[in-house]
């Protein structure tokens, strides 16, 4: 196959020629109707992609059903609520699940590797570079990584929620030419799919093309992603320079092939830094500081960085070098960056010039709170009521 770079993938057509890119499955695709892992399904999208690895595209697949495939042996009825039980479910059937995987991709010749990741390794950076690194090699071996969150060991502070916003990064991560969602719905859709009159979208060229499109229905009973995830893990991939293909697993060849079948969501932005990437969407942040209108201007709209004289309040605990959210005086986020003082030492600086600092405290005080090459601007979004 010809192989294109992701500068110069710009249409659904040219995703066949597509050099790297990262699928993601949920569980609802993988499992039958009483939540038991449906080998059947599994084996029928690699074959999919072992026919992509075999005309020379490299494949990563981000699979969820970990936990969905432990629901049959350990006798569940449905999908655990409570985190302890999730993580024992998940201990089971991330095993079960990358044995179907290893034997029906070795049925074609191939190998995988189980790369297992939890929040944390997006939001500490040297693990963020560790999983680049495994990656990236694993694909130079010829490896088609198979990745999950680690749900055994994850906790609700650091989880990803689900594995859509996991593939997004992903594919930020390993530089992939384009994402492939398979879920239970064939494409988005003008409103719910069983709604008379609604109407496939087939292609999105910008956010602005999906206000007033009610995307409001929950995802399956075994999943943990709706359509409001999915789309937010899109708003991550093509704000990043990547192209986004939503459909479903049975729609999968025809997708990988660049037919019009799902919906394509066009970039929208270029390739960002990982490390910007990371803060803008992967980091938790510690805390924030409360911005006057002054300072908002200036980091919005000049982007220049923040300074202690422009700050009026310091809320949570954090550390330097900590990821915090930056707000305006009516709570609206405008930004993240890395502090450069802790929360202990920023209620000393509030309100007073770089000048005035370093007079009374010192050289080292008259450097801004968060320097403009480490933060980021973010969708303006109104605080939770």
């Not at 997004?168 to 008379?196: I, K, N, Q």
């Not at 960002?272 to 908002?296: C, F, N």
Request: with cysteine; charged share 20%; proline share 4%.
């Amino acid at each position: 196959m010809r192989c294109m770079t992701a500068a110069a993938l710009g249409s659904r057509t040219e995703l066949a020629a597509a050099a790297r890119i990262v699928v993601k499955v949920g569980s609802s695709s993988l499992t039958s109707a009483n939540g038991r892992l449906d080998p059947d399904r599994l084996r029928a999208l690699v074959d999919v992609l072992a026919a992509r690895r075999a005309d020379g595209g490299q494949v990563v697949l981000v699979s969820s059903g970990a936990i969905a495939a432990a629901i049959g042996p350990l006798g569940l009825n449905a999908r655990p609520r409570d985190l302890a039980t999730q993580q024992a479910a998940a201990s089971v059937g991330q095993g079960l699940l990358v044995a179907h995987y290893t034997k029906a991709f070795a049925d074609h010749g191939l190998r995988v590797g189980q790369v297992l990741l939890t929040a944390d390794d997006t939001v500490r950076r040297g693990h963020y570079r560790n999983a680049h690194r495994a990656l990236t090699r694993l694909l130079d071996l010829g490896v088609i990584p198979v990745i999950n969150e680690n749900d055994a060991v994850a906790t609700e502070e650091i989880r990803f929620g689900d594995n859509d916003r996991l593939a997004a990064l992903v594919s930020h991560l390993v530089h992939a030419d384009a994402l492939v969602l398979l879920t239970d719905v064939d494409a988005l859709y003008t409103g719910p799919p069983s709604r008379p009159g609604a109407r496939r979208i087939s292609h999105v060229g910008s956010p602005r093309e999906l206000d007033g499109i009610d995307v409001s229905s929950r995802g399956s009973a075994i999943g943990t992603g709706g359509m409001v995830t999915k789309l937010e893990s899109v708003a991550i991939a093509t704000q990043s320079g990547i192209p986004v293909v939503l459909t479903s697993a049975a729609q999968a060849a025809d997708a990988l092939a660049g037919r019009d079948v799902g919906t394509w969501f066009a970039a929208t932005g270029r390739r960002t830094s990982i490390r910007l990437l990371w803060l803008a969407h992967a980091a938790r942040a510690h805390g924030r500081l409360v911005l006057d209108e002054g300072a908002v201007r200036a980091v919005v709209e000049r982007r220049t960085s923040l300074l202690p004289a422009g700050v009026v309040g310091v809320e949570g605990e954090f550390e330097a070098g900590d990821p915090i959210e930056l707000v305006g005086p009516d709570g609206v986020v405008v930004g993240r960056g890395l502090v450069a003082y802790s929360s202990d030492e920023v209620p000393n600086l509030l309100g007073r010039s770089t000048g005035a600092l370093r007079e009374e405290l010192g050289p080292g005080y008259d450097r801004a709170l968060v320097h403009r090459d480490d933060l980021v601007l973010v969708r303006r979004r109104r605080p939770a009521p």
